[in-house]
C-alpha cells in the first residue's frame, strides 16, 4: 500500500483469473475503494478508521476481489448500471448508477462508452484531484496506450476515436493524477498527459 496523493493509496496484486498484474485504489476521506484486489497487507489495513463504506467498479469486468470487502465491512458494490447483466445469475450483490452521476461527496461518475457501454471514469475532487479510468487507456513502460486491438471491439480505429473524443471531454475537470486499472498511476502531469494521449 503506498499514498500516492494526499489521502489516495494504490496497490497491485496478481489477478486471479488473468495471471496479470491489476491495480486498486483507496480514496480515504471519502471511504471509497476502486476495482478492488485484496492487498498484500490483508483487509486488516482497512480496519478503524480507514474502514471503506463502498466500492466503485469502473466497469463490469473489474469486480475482482469486492466480494471479500463486502463480507467484512458490508459495504455495497457500484457500477454503471449498463454493466449489471453481468451479475444476473449470480452472488454478486452490485447496485447500479448512471453516469454523470455523484457517488458521494467529491466523487462523480463520468461516462466513457466506446469500448463497452459501462466504461466510466471516476473523478475525485480533493486536495489532489484525480480520475480513474477501467479499460479505455492503460500505461505501459513507454507511456498511456490503448489495449491491444483483439481486445477493442470488432474496429479498433472507431472505437479508439470515440474512446479520444470522450477523454478531450474529460478534460474540463481538474485532475493531475490517472488512477489506472491497468498499469502504474500517473501521479502529476496526469491531465496533460491525458490531453496528449486524446490528441494523438
Not at 75 to 96: A, I, M, Q
Request: with cysteine; glycine share 10%.
Amino acid at each position: 500500500m503506498k499514498e500516492i496523493a494526499c489521502g489516495i493509496y494504490h496497490w497491485s496484486a496478481t489477478h486471479p483469473n488473468t495471471g496479470g498484474q491489476a491495480h486498486s485504489y483507496f480514496h480515504v476521506p471519502s471511504r471509497t475503494l476502486f476495482d478492488p484486489m485484496v492487498p498484500d497487507d490483508g483487509l486488516d489495513w482497512f480496519a478503524g478508521g480507514r474502514q471503506p463504506e463502498r466500492i466503485v467498479l469502473t466497469n463490469r469486468h473489474h469486480y475482482r476481489q469486492s466480494a471479500d470487502y463486502q463480507d467484512r465491512f458490508e459495504c455495497p458494490v457500484l457500477c454503471n448500471s449498463f454493466g449489471l447483466l453481468e451479475f444476473d445469475g449470480t452472488d454478486r450483490v452490485v447496485e447500479g448508477f448512471s453516469p454523470p452521476a455523484e457517488i458521494t461527496a467529491g466523487v462523480t461518475a463520468l461516462p466513457v462508452g466506446a469500448i463497452c457501454p459501462d466504461e466510466t471514469a471516476v473523478h475525485i475532487a480533493s486536495a489532489e484531484p484525480a480520475m480513474a479510468f477501467a479499460d479505455g487507456v492503460i500505461r505501459r513502460e513507454s507511456g498511456l496506450d490503448f489495449v491491444s486491438d483483439g481486445l477493442i471491439g470488432d474496429d479498433p480505429e472507431r472505437v479508439k476515436e470515440d474512446l479520444r473524443t470522450a477523454f478531450r471531454d474529460l478534460l474540463v475537470r481538474d485532475f493531475d493524477i490517472l488512477l489506472l486499472a491497468h498499469g502504474e498511476p500517473v501521479v502529476g502531469g496526469g491531465k496533460e498527459a491525458l490531453r496528449a494521449f486524446a490528441e494523438g
